[in-house]
């Protein structure tokens, strides 16, 4: 995908909440997209999310309002079988993700396929590699009023409203969150 392309909160949301039906999220390391995979769970629910290994194996939900990780073993052969049967996930109301090493064989082979590229292009995004822990969290505090776990206590709650803004805020939250 030679455009630039949008980053870890627009993505997302234009998967989740938009329903487009296919995106591409480009991570930089593993520890990242672990991080990608536990945050896009969160933000899936309530919907149910099922991680698969192959492209082929996302045909078993297309038919569920869920969201479907592909982490595919075979980069280039996720990318193949996705550029030939994106028709398969056009109308059915799942979503699907597909995880790609930024750099690694998946890139090469969509540079290949763009007719994939251009079909997943809305909810493609780019995985940021995260600032340490503890600058963020104090970034979050300073831009919010309040620490991550603070403010989802009171999204939890119902005490904030449901909006776009909120939403980019829910994920960064999520993210920072310290496990009890």
Known sequence: MPDPIADDTLGPAALLEWGEPLGIAFYPNYAEKADLVA???ALAQ???VHEVRRGEEALDFVGCDCLVIVDPEQEEEAV???DRCRDHFEAGPAQILLLLLRGGAGER???DAPAL???ARDASFEV???PNMEQARADFGRR???NPEDWLGRWRNGDLPDTLENNHVLSEALE???SP
């Open 39 to 41: 945050r896009m769970k």
């Open 80 to 82: 193949s079988f996705f």
């Open 144 to 146: 919010h009023g309040l």
């Open 176 to 178: 920072l969150e310290e």
């Open 117 to 119: 590229a251009s079909f």
């Open 46 to 48: 309530p919907r149910q």
């Open 109 to 111: 082979a969509l540079k």
């Open 128 to 130: 940021s590699a995260r």
